[in-house]
């Protein structure tokens, strides 16, 4: 069983399309996050939610919007896609509270490819 | 500004020999510091992490971290590298903050083994 999964693994598409990453996780966590990892390995944080409430969210562009139905899922959507939005893309997902609040288990990677 | 440094970008070790991997951080606080590795392909995954406590930690597959307040400075270690170490690691630096926390990654350090 998969802790965190995202799909797709895979996305190739051209600019101007909209396309949708989605994650779910399956341990019980309350936080769940969207990192984004440059061609440079850079990690930074993009949005992050508790129990479905929007927590973090970092400068990113409007054509980026997160939606949680539940706790256990955590989706972007990306609109109008430009070729630097060119990325891997990461879920993770954190306990609410406690030191287990610090420690994020992240999904493989959506690896974006905007031509 | 909170920043994390790992100076090295690129490690190259034997087999079998003693790994160091340098990280420096700057933080407004006592920090939360984590080291995840990623495999090629692979999401983050947790090595170990220091809260409190002994500033030598241990972690999975044998690696340990030694913090250093003074220098801020968290450094990862292992005895013996395998193989199968081979791998992109990062150090992570974060507040204690329940409901979410905003982690800032270093820019990793890609290790490669040789026979």
């Known amino acids: 069983d998969t802790a965190v999964s ?11 399309n909209d396309k949708s990453i989605k994650c779910e ?5 309350d936080t769940m996050y969207w990192y984004k990892q440059d061609s440079k390995k850079f990690l930074k944080i993009m949005f992050s939610y508790n129990n479905k409430e929007l927590i973090i969210n970092e400068t990113v562009p409007n054509r980026f919007s997160p939606k949680s139905p539940d706790k256990a899922h ?3 959507h990306i609109n ?3 070729l630097g939005d060119s990325a891997v893309y990461f879920c993770a997902s954190s ?8 420690v ?12 | 500004a909170q920043s994390v440094t790992q100076p090295d970008i690129h490690i190259t070790v034997s087999e079998g020999a003693s790994l160091e991997l340098r990280c420096n951080y700057s933080y407004g606080a006592t920090p939360y510091l984590f080291w995840y590795v990623q495999s090629p ?7 170990l992490k220091y809260f409190s406590g002994d500033t030598l930690v241990q972690g999975i597959k044998g690696f340990e971290a030694e913090f250093k307040m003074s220098q801020a400075s968290f450094k990862l270690r292992k005895p013996s590298v395998h193989w199968s170490d081979a791998a992109e690691y990062f150090c992570a630096v974060g507040p204690y903050q329940t409901g979410a926390n905003n982690l800032f990654f270093g820019t990793g350090t890609r290790l490669t083994v040789i026979p």
């Open chain 1, 25 to 29: 996780q399956n341990l019980g966590h």
């Open chain 1, 74 to 76: 955590l989706n972007l």
């Open chain 1, 80 to 82: 109008s896609l430009e």
């Open chain 1, 6 to 16: 995202q799909t797709p693994k895979y996305l190739v598409t051209q600019m101007g």
């Open chain 1, 95 to 102: 306990q609410g509270t406690g030191s287990g609040a610090n």
């Open chain 1, 104 to 115: 994020l288990t992240f999904g493989a990677g959506s690896r974006l490819t905007v031509l």
């Open chain 2, 41 to 47: 392909g692979q999401g983050l995954q947790l090595l």
